[in-house]
């Protein structure tokens, strides 16, 4: 039964609106795209991909010895494509931990036979810098660098440029998972030393879920013939396919990867990175301002927040119990995400997504009205 306080929000088609990390609310347009048959051998459609995978390359500030490799699946097919591909067998992994995607990435490399060892940070805390090069410079035997730009599990920001300078100072390759910041948080990989970075096409481009994507420098992709674990997996074998024929190995997903061009264009409508960037900045601070002035804490130092997902302290009050508050808020047309913390009891809410202030401001006039409705009229209580 939707709240008495207010109409229930929806986005352009009546859907909930996704305040997550995606998938997330898309627009009219990006959702009509998909309404089309496409042969994946026909003309237009080459073109098509054709123009997505240039279009990656230049947002992450690559040129000409960097190449797009487009894998199916979702970003953790992606994720996963990259490590087995771009490690060997007889490499070593400094696996930066800082929430559950890092600890993900410690499992794919654990299943492949990968030799990891962990830098591992509390989910509210960045890496240390000074102890990963003091692993770095003891442990010669260390071939690759990953760590995950923002991890969603917190919504933490982490120091990509700074890593990627410890990586080139001793030699190793560098992997980055910028699954929920590519797009929004400026990315230069060249600049960055960056090797390969993966992310997906539901992210902060604002497409559909269906394809993820590995950004790679073509030296470093060309060196990694016959690392890969698996067949569909291989990013080297994809690429060299690719080049030969403008063709994916298997079936490509038609609708998501013409929906994605459609997100590309409108997300340079929308200024880029510039552009989708500081709508999801100021969604965040809106978000932010209006969720303290109802007593919610976030997680983290506003200087480690990047503007993807905000987490929030749960109550310290005996009326707030969160499903009643994630169904309430659902029946007013706001879909939030559950806390995915081991330091402490928490929810997520999302920036990202086609949404702007407008929605996030009838978000928080929601939840004022649904903690009402609990019997917690005014700021809720923290624990000190």
């Given amino acids: 039964m939707t709240a008495p306080h207010a109409s229930p929000a929806a986005s352009e088609t009546g859907d909930p609106l996704l305040l997550t990390p995606g998938p997330l609310t898309t627009s009219r ?39 797009t490799v487009p894998m199916q699946g979702s970003g953790t097919f992606a994720v996963e494509a990259m490590l087995t591909t771009f490690v060997p067998r007889s490499g070593e992994v400094l696996l930066l931990i800082n929430g559950a995607y890092g600890k993900r990435a410690k499992r794919i490399l654990e299943i492949a036979g990968r030799k990891v060892v962990v830098h591992e940070t509390a989910e509210d805390a960045p890496p240390d810098l000074a102890k990963v090069e003091e692993i ?39 992997l980055v998972d910028s699954m929920s910041a590519f797009g929004a948080i400026a990315l230069d990989v060249r600049a960055m030393n960056i090797d390969a970075v993966a992310a997906s096409s539901n992210k902060c481009i604002e497409g559909v879920p269906g394809l993820g994507f590995v950004i790679c420098r073509r030296d470093a992709l060309a060196r990694t013939q016959g690392n890969a674990t698996t067949l569909v997996l291989d990013l080297h074998d994809q690429a060299v396919n690719y080049e030969k024929t403008s063709q994916y190995r298997f079936t490509p997903p038609t609708h998501v990867i013409v929906a994605f061009h459609q997100a590309l264009q409108e997300f340079d409508a929308e200024g880029g990175v510039a552009g989708r960037g500081g709508r999801y900045r100021n969604n965040c601070k809106v978000l932010l301002e209006g969720m303290r002035s109802l007593g919610f804490k976030p997680l983290l130092a506003d200087e480690l927040q990047a503007p993807i997902i905000v987490t929030f302290h749960m109550p310290d009050d005996p009326r707030f119990v969160f499903q009643t508050f994630y169904d309430k808020l659902k029946a007013c047309g706001f879909v939030i995400y559950p806390g995915k913390l081991t330091v ?41």
């Avoid at 998909?34 to 237009?44: F, I, L, T, Y």
């Avoid at 402490?344 to 009838?362: L, N």
């Fill in 29 to 67: 347009t990006v959702k009509a795209a998909m309404v089309h048959d496409w042969g994946s051998r026909d003309a237009n459609f080459i073109e098509i991909n054709r123009s997505v995978l240039a279009r990656l390359v230049e947002i992450a500030n690559g040129g000409k010895d960097w190449v």
């Fill in 136 to 174: 770095l410079k003891t442990t010669p035997s260390i071939t690759h660098l990953f760590t995950v730009h923002c991890e969603t599990t917190a919504g933490i920001l982490n120091p990509i440029a700074k890593l990627g300078a410890l990586a080139a100072k001793y030699g190793k390759s560098y």
């Fill in 344 to 384: 402490a009891d928490s929810f997520r809410v999302g920036c990202i997504g086609r949404i702007g202030e407008k929605e996030i401001r009838a978000a928080i006039a929601a939840i004022a009205g649904v903690l009402k409705e609990m019997g917690i009229d005014g700021r809720v209580a923290q624990a000190a």
